[in-house]
């Protein structure tokens, strides 16, 4: 497998780990968007939202919550940014689960946006009621 998350969780890569245990390693982004950027890490290898499974994803929220009350508390981020790609046209660049969590000060320079777009009421009723129907909960 030619995964760089894969490598660095092998130890072929050297990493700035801010956190381990069993199932996550958490490390400083080494491109990172803001300083103190944090990407989390499952150990197994899950391409994307699309093929994790619930409770390690809910297990990786519940660290990035925690790293983001250490981010602010330990370099005084005012905000918290957090994200997660799925797929190349979302920006995904490595094709292993992660989560980003980026500090957030006063005046820096990291933008995040999106256009609105406009979207005609009975297109909303057809898209709302096509996602209604194959939510699978």
């Known amino acids: 497998m030619d995964c760089i998350f894969c490598k660095i969780l092998k130890g072929d890569i050297p990493c700035n780990k801010v956190f381990e ?11 990172p968007g803001n300083e103190g950027h944090v990407l989390i890490i499952p150990k197994s ?24 009350f250490a981010l602010k508390s330990s370099l005084g981020a005012e905000d918290i ?6 797929g190349e046209l979302a920006g995904q660049t490595v094709n292993h689960f992660h989560i980003h969590v980026l500090p957030r000060y006063k005046d820096d320079k990291v933008i995040i946006k999106s256009e609105p777009v406009e979207i005609e009421k009975n297109k909303i009723e057809q898209i709302r009621q096509n996602i209604e129907k194959n939510i699978n909960i």
């Open 21 to 31: 245990d069993d199932s996550f390693i958490a490390i400083l982004d080494a491109f």
């Open 81 to 86: 940014n957090i994200l997660q790609n799925n």
């Open 45 to 68: 290898h899950y391409e994307n939202i699309f093929d994790i499974d619930e409770q390690t994803l809910k297990n990786a929220y519940g660290l990035a919550q925690k790293v983001a």
